[in-house]
């Protein structure tokens, strides 16, 4: 065997040796694979686009339809019964309409007051659900400057508190937000031996949603708030029973809910809107109980309440500006005159508020209601219920039931000589204005 036949130990090692070549051909192989991946991501992901474009405008064409509808308000209990809600009809209403108020000069802000366990939480996120989530600042709580620090504008914006206790410390960002609408907050940076004044602010009025089940709210938080009470009758309670008993509606898919977002997302005032009232409207607090307390505060969210529900009738078919129609009027009449109606003659805000907690209470428990009963759900201390009390049975606006008791407990019942109307009915307007027809079309929601 000759030299050059003679096999060495390295070439062994050379024969199991990839050539530059090979290895150009391996990694040209996985570049080839990751493209043709690459490719078919690219391609799903066209088509997942298309599709979501797709039901965009098919959601739009639905949304602009179902705005369109006579019975839009109807429709909003429908779909909130869907989302796991029994009865609660007016404070659904009252809910969803501040919500829509979102774009209007001075937003309406609801909360919703009841006892634990009552469902009010419930029926404030139903509502919620109806809005597009980018608007929506939902929180369980909120530290004391956590409202100079977000980004934006709150114009525009439902702040939904989970609990109004929970945000206690916040509260009076909260109210100069509802009521001014700009937050304005200087503090002191220093750098290094420097000291300056760095100054935070934040504008815009937002709608405020809230629940509580305190049984005193602060005098600055209802000339802010409109109090809605959960419905805690012993016919709610039965339609509640009745309904879990029962079985359950077709849930709400998320189709539906994309297509009532954008719904409410159309509802939405314009420049140049409710800048022709109508005749009728102006001369409308000639009719309203003038010396009542807090009449003007209670007129002003009245009158947000109204434009929101000429938004829902008026955006499906805008053609130009939207005013406020007769119409509007007989559907706010339906839905606010229960919740606005008080005596006529309680002279403080303290009156109202113990004549309001008689009447509901003689209306939950079925019957008259005690001094020491009144102190613990009002919060009050029994001497000043018994102040109180004194003053609304000399306005005639409570009274003691008739007959005698054991120990000679004396009891209440709301009274009301003045059948303690806010608004005038609807036929007295057609009346008083042959101009409007004699008659008008609505849907009572």
Known sequence: MSASDRKRPEDDENDNLTSPGDVRDWRDTDDDFDDESDREYEQQR?????????????????????????DFLARVLDICKGLGVTGEQIALLVLFLAAVSKTLLRPASVMLRGSPSSG????????????????????????????FHGEGSLAGKIIVLTEYHAGKDSRHLIRL?????????????????????????????????????????????????????ADESAEQSLRVMRSRASAPPDPVDAFELQVWRKATSLLVAEKGDFQRPPKWLRALPSSMPLDRVGIR????????????????????????????????????????????????????????ELTRMVARLNQKQNAPVTVNELAEALGWKPALVYK????????????????????????????????????????????AYPQLGGSVTFTNP
Not at 183 to 203: A, H, N, Y
Not at 314 to 324: E, V
Not at 404 to 411: A, G, L, M
Request: some cysteine.
């Open 177 to 229: 937000a509802q009521t001014e609408g700009v937050l304005t907050d200087e503090t002191t940076v220093m750098e290094g031996r420097w000291r300056s004044t760095s100054i935070t602010e934040r504008r815009g009025r937002p709608v405020v949603m809230t629940t509580t089940s305190e049984s005193r709210i602060a005098a600055d938080d209802l000339s802010r708030f409109q109090i809605v009470w």
């Open 120 to 147: 009010k939480s419930s029926v404030m996120n139903a509502v919620v659900e109806l809005f597009d989530p980018e608007i929506v600042m939902e929180r369980a709580g909120m530290s004391g400057k956590a409202l």
């Open 388 to 431: 109180v009390v004194q003053s609304a049975l000399a306005q005639n606006l409570v009274a003691y039931e008739g007959g005698t008791r054991e120990r000679n407990v004396k009891r209440l019942v709301a009274s009301d000589p003045d059948g303690g109307s806010f608004l005038p009915h609807p036929r007295s307007i057609l009346e």
């Open 297 to 352: 505060r209670d007129f002003d969210r009245f009158l947000t309440f109204l434009q929101a529900i000429a938004l829902c009738r008026g955006c499906g078919r805008r053609d130009g500006a939207i005013d406020i129609e007769f119409a509007d009027y007989a559907v706010a009449y339906q839905i606010f005159e229960p919740l606005f109606a008080t005596p006529r003659r309680a002279t403080t805000e303290q009156d109202l």
């Open 46 to 70: 066209a088509r997942e686009i298309e599709e979501e474009k797709r039901q965009e405008a098919v959601a739009l064409k639905n949304a602009k339809a179902l705005i369109r509808t006579p």
